[in-house]
């Protein structure tokens, strides 16, 4: 797995501002819409202390092999899996088995990659589920529809840049800049009495997936936390005190000119919030569990969020999401060893996030989620796979109703649909081992954002083809992974 290190110099350049808070401007129907979702959301919740929530988004960048990750270990199916997959199959006795409380509809069992060790114990228990063959769509596709081009399928698809904009934005069919993370934090953004700290934090810099209308993420250091502005409290030198002073004098006038007076009351919310935060990450809690942090960000950033929830009721905030962006996983070779390395860590880091997660009391409150742009090939490339489509994500929390499987585990056979469509036996695959999917994007980043706390009504504002896969107004979760 390639590192995915962040020097000091490094972040500040690619957080640029983002560690500023909250914007005020205000633009859109949107706004209109948020200002009444918020009111009636959190004339609720600022009445009730013990009402918090937060969202734990892992990116998997670069396109994880999901069908290593969930793998079949029944005979039949097993035997079709390494046919198709050749010399990236896994060893049938290898893999970690599961027991789900929901059988499969063809009588499959299946097992974790290798590495899942305390994966495949947090799913034993309960506390993490899958969701199977997971995508981008704009509706319901058919393969003849796919083939024809007689129903949209999402824009760029097997692109890297245009999927993981999808799957930060929840729009398949266009290029736009506004995240669904950000959206929330839009609806919802007064449900935090602290204003001055962003109720997105992100510990990879600017992101699209919190970026809304009027909220941009605050950014931490993986290690080193809440930095600030360089030298703003550092005295040891003249031109470091001259520096503060120069800001200070720029920040507190107030200004008639409205982009003027936007600018400094940004910058004074980041040199505000930067103490806040400086001061809870500067005193956390001793975790039993410590977390491995050297050379790795991602136990580096589920950490430094560990000490931040741990801080929620200093900062005075009932809502958070959290974003961490973990690349590597573009696997076009060396991928049995590269995603061996690469999954032991992030089994390590959930493992030991839930454990702090667990010591702080609030396992319930927080669910971990998972994204990737795309699955890869089900065939080899000689040494790899390449881009492909639909693939399966994990879902892990005290929330979650775990031990399970959720979605359709499709067939991994692969069909000659152009030779002849009539001998078709796998009407998902469209080419290398590439899936259509079955259950879509929006479906699963729905049933999150209900349980977060956005209102049924204001699904569609933000992800605009739920109607296409789910009825927001049903009254039943759109998958059922989460206790709504």
């Known amino acids: 797995m390639v590192k995915n290190n962040i020097s000091r110099r490094n972040f500040l350049g690619q957080a640029s501002c983002a560690a500023i808070g909250s914007t005020t401007i205000f633009s859109t129907l949107f706004n209109l819409k948020a ?66 409380l929901n059988a499969d509809s063809q009588g499959r069992t299946f ?127 003249v031109l470091h005190t001259m520096k503060r002073a120069a800001i200070d004098g720029m920040i507190h006038p107030a200004y008639k000119n409205v982009f003027k007076n936007t600018y400094r009351k940004t910058i004074k919310t980041a040199i505000d919030g930067n103490e806040m935060l400086s001061a809870v990450l500067d005193n956390p809690p001793i975790f039993n569990v410590p977390f491995t942090t050297q050379d790795n960000d991602l136990g580096g950033s589920l950490q430094m969020i560990a000490r931040t929830i741990a801080g929620r009721s200093e900062l005075n905030v009932k809502r958070q999401i959290f974003f961490v962006d973990i690349g590597g996983w573009d696997m076009h070779d060396e991928l049995l060893n590269a995603q061996a390395a690469g999954l032991s860590i992030v089994d390590t880091a959930l493992y030991q996030f839930n454990a702090a997660m667990e010591q702080l009391g609030v396992s319930d409150k927080v669910t971990v989620f998972s994204l990737s742009e795309f699955s890869r090939t089900l065939t080899s490339n000689g040494n790899g796979t390449d881009h492909a489509w639909g693939g399966n994500v994990f879902v892990m929390g005290g929330a979650v109703n775990g031990r399970r499987l959720y979605g359709q585990y499709p067939s991994l056979a692969l069909t000659n649909y152009n030779s002849n469509p009539s001998l078709d036996t796998n009407p998902l695959e469209v080419g290398g081992g590439s899936l259509i999917p079955t259950t879509s994007a929006d479906q699963y980043f729905a049933e999150i954002a209900l349980w977060y706390g956005v209102p049924a009504s204001d699904l569609v504002m933000l992800f605009p083809n739920i109607g296409n896969f789910y009825n927001p107004m049903s009254g039943v979760p759109p998958i059922g992974f989460l206790d709504i």
């Open 35 to 100: 200002v009444n979702a918020a009111a009636s959301f959190n004339s609720s919740i600022n009445n009730n202390t013990e009402d918090y929530k937060a969202l734990v988004c892992i990116l998997n960048s670069g396109g994880i092999d999901s069908f290593n990750m969930l793998v079949p270990r029944s005979t039949a199916a097993y035997n079709q899996y390494a046919t198709t997959r050749s010399n990236m199959a896994l060893a049938q006795g290898a893999l970690r088995p599961i027991n789900p």
């Open 111 to 237: 097992g974790f990659h290798p590495s899942m060790v305390h994966m495949q114990n947090l799913f034993e228990a309960g506390k993490l589920a899958f969701i199977n063959n997971v995508g981008t769509l704009v509706q319901p596709i058919t393969k003849a529809q796919f083939y024809n081009g007689t129903a949209p399928s999402p824009l760029g698809l097997y692109s890297h840049s245009d999927q993981q904009l999808q799957w930060q934005t929840g729009i398949p069919q266009e290029r736009t800049s506004i995240g669904w993370g950000g959206k929330i934090a839009d609806l919802l953004i007064s449900a935090n009495p602290n204003q001055t700290i962003s109720m997105n934090i992100s510990l990879s810099g600017s992101n699209i997936f919190q970026t809304g209308e009027n909220t941009v993420e605050y950014a931490l250091h993986p290690q080193d936390g809440s930095l600030g502005i360089i030298d703003y409290n550092n005295q040891d030198w």
